[in-house]
């Protein structure tokens, strides 16, 4: 791996680009954490473990069911 967050996530966007149900889980968290130079974002984070979870990642389930059930920041939806 890299020894900077630009080019470590350089390698991971070119996996998620590519599909990679992994790396985009492991984007996922970097967003959720704030870790790895980038911002929390736990908006962006949902965003990326729903198309982790799609793409067939076990962890990016876990992950986005333990935050919609945890997490007080991410909005519920409401009945219309």
Known sequence: L???DASMLAMIQ??????DAEATTFLGLAYYLG???LAE????AVELWTKA?????RDGH?????????DDSVEEDKPR
Do not use: C, Q, T
């Open 62 to 70: 876990f992950k986005l069911g333990s935050v919609l059930y945890n």
């Open 41 to 44: 974002n736990v908006p962006r």
């Open 53 to 57: 979870a799609e793409l067939g990642s």
């Open 35 to 37: 870790k790895s130079g």
């Open 2 to 4: 890299p020894d900077d």
């Open 14 to 19: 070119k996996r998620v680009d590519k599909g």
